[in-house]
């Protein structure tokens, strides 16, 4: 799986595992993203994929680098995909 198709899979798990919010993007917290069973079988590096979603600017979190354990309370927001272009 190449960097592109794993945010694609980190996208679908954060709206998987996080809650929607009221503007219409998603909230998960790391610990949660870090400790599934599910996330650990699709992802080798969370945290890389993570630091490229976020250079991509699809995600949002404070900091640059994510650890378990010290950061599992870290919120990360899946961000609204941009609008369409009005003609």
């Known amino acids: 799986m190449n960097v592109d198709e794993e945010v694609e899979r980190l996208q679908e798990e954060i ?8 503007d219409g993007s998603y909230k ?4 949660v993203l ?3 069973d599910r996330c650990a079988n699709i992802f080798e590096a969370l945290v890389g994929t ?15 680098l994510l650890l378990q354990g010290v950061h599992d309370n870290v919120e990360i927001t899946l961000k609204l995909p941009p609008a369409p272009a009005a003609e």
């Open 15 to 22: 709206k998987r595992l996080g809650q929607l919010q009221q």
């Open 28 to 31: 998960v917290k790391f610990g």
């Open 34 to 36: 870090f400790n599934d």
């Open 50 to 64: 993570l630091r490229a979603a976020k250079k991509r600017k699809i995600v949002t979190y404070d900091g640059e």
